[in-house]
Every structure is written in structure tokens, then in C-alpha cells.
């Protein structure tokens, strides 16, 4: 008898259990969309440059001024080939009165660093020599831009331009920044030249589009 009572008992605690069960609302997780952050990703992150100009100068490093004289005598020579009657034209230019140094020349020097190590490039732009009629530079004042770099403490000549201005840009190719010469070549028409650094050839090298 005692054990009948026992289970009637069970089953009445077991029943109002499942009776409680069924009328508690059932919480269903409810499903939240995450937002993904998007990335975008480059093959070449741009830095930001700060901006450098070309500052005129008055003088060269003394181990320079022979290495831009050599280069001079030879923008003149090569420039003056179809009109050389086999003298020298120094000497034809300067009547003999030459003396073998930057100071038959007129110019202008200009520098800046162009690859941020702290040590800065020179530019030489060349007017003309012996105080004769302008012979480097045209009507438009077209005409070379001779860019110069100290390379494992050796003076050398890294790039030839051509134009009328010459502007350091904020880009860089290999270790130099780019430089942008402008040129007219008439009073209306004006063409510009963007030069990059090749770091195998170690010298400027004009952009062919």
C-alpha cells in the first residue's frame, strides 16, 4: 500500500514538473550579423614625403668642382661636333684665354637631398662659357640640367636633363626622388619630362610612357 502511495506521488510531482515546463516560453537565440570590417590592401604602400626644393648654392665640394669641369668640356664639345673645325671648342670659344677651370664657365648650382641619407646632390645648370653668347641654353633658356651624387665617397654625374625648370617631386623610384623637367619650345607649347631613379644603372634615367 505504502509503495502504491509512493509512486501515485512520484507521478504527480513528475507530471506537474513537465506541466510547469510547458508553459515557460522558450528563449530561441536570435541570430546578429557581425559587421566585417573591410581591408584593403596594396602591393605599395605611399608614403608621405615631405616636401624638398632645390636650394641655389655658391659653392662646390672642392673634390666636385673637377668632376663637374669634366662634364662641362664635354657637354661642350659633344654640343658644338657639327660645327668643330678640329680646335677644341674651349679654345674656340675662349681665344686662348682658358684657364682650365669652372671659372670659364657661367652657371648656376642648386642642391637638395634627394634620397634622404642627409648628404645632398648637386645640380649644375650651364649658361655659357668665356662670356661668350649663350651656348648651353636656347631662347627658351632650354637646355641641360647635370645632376651630381656622392656614390661610396665618389663624386659622379647620375643624370642628364633637359628643360628650362627642373622640380623635385613627392614619389620616389629605388632610393632617389623623381625630378620633373619642363621645357618650351615655343611661347604656347610646354612639354615636361618625368626622370626616375634606376637603382641598377645608379643614375636618372628619363620615363618612357
Same mark, same amino acid.
Given at each position: 500500500m505504502k509503495k502504491a502511495l509512493f509512486v501515485v506521488v512520484l507521478l504527480a510531482v513528475a507530471g506537474g514538473a513537465f506541466w510547469?515546463?510547458?508553459?515557460?516560453?522558450v528563449e530561441v537565440p536570435v541570430e546578429t550579423e557581425v559587421p566585417v570590417k573591410e581591408t584593403v590592401t596594396t602591393s605599395t604602400e605611399k608614403k608621405s614625403l615631405e616636401?624638398?626644393?632645390f636650394q641655389k648654392t655658391k659653392e662646390l665640394p672642392s673634390r666636385l668642382s673637377a668632376v663637374v669641369l669634366a662634364g662641362l668640356d664635354a657637354q661642350l664639345e659633344e654640343?658644338?661636333?657639327?660645327?668643330?673645325?678640329?680646335?677644341s671648342m674651349k679654345k674656340n670659344f675662349c681665344d686662348g684665354k682658358e684657364t682650365g677651370t669652372l671659372s670659364d664657365y657661367d652657371y648656376t648650382i642648386y642642391s637638395a637631398d =634627394?634620397? #634622404?641619407d642627409g648628404v645632398v646632390?648637386?645640380?649644375v645648370e650651364p649658361y655659357s662659357i668665356c662670356d661668350s653668347t649663350e651656348f648651353f641654353r636656347g631662347a627658351s633658356n632650354n637646355g641641360p640640367y647635370l645632376v651630381y651624387a656622392e656614390q661610396k665617397g665618389v663624386w659622379r654625374m647620375v643624370g642628364n636633363l633637359f628643360g628650362n625648370s627642373l622640380q623635385?617631386?613627392?614619389? =620616389?623610384? #629605388?632610393?632617389?626622388?623623381d625630378?620633373?623637367?619642363?621645357a618650351h619650345l615655343s611661347v604656347d607649347s610646354e612639354t615636361t619630362t618625368v626622370y626616375h631613379?634606376?637603382?641598377k644603372m645608379l643614375q636618372y634615367e628619363e620615363v618612357v610612357e
Open positions: 510547469f515546463y510547458q508553459q515557460k516560453p616636401v624638398v626644393v654640343g658644338g661636333k657639327e660645327n668643330s673645325s678640329g680646335q =634627394l634620397n #634622404g646632390e648637386f645640380v623635385i617631386l613627392d614619389t =620616389l623610384h #629605388g632610393r632617389y626622388r625630378l620633373k623637367a619642363s631613379w634606376n637603382d
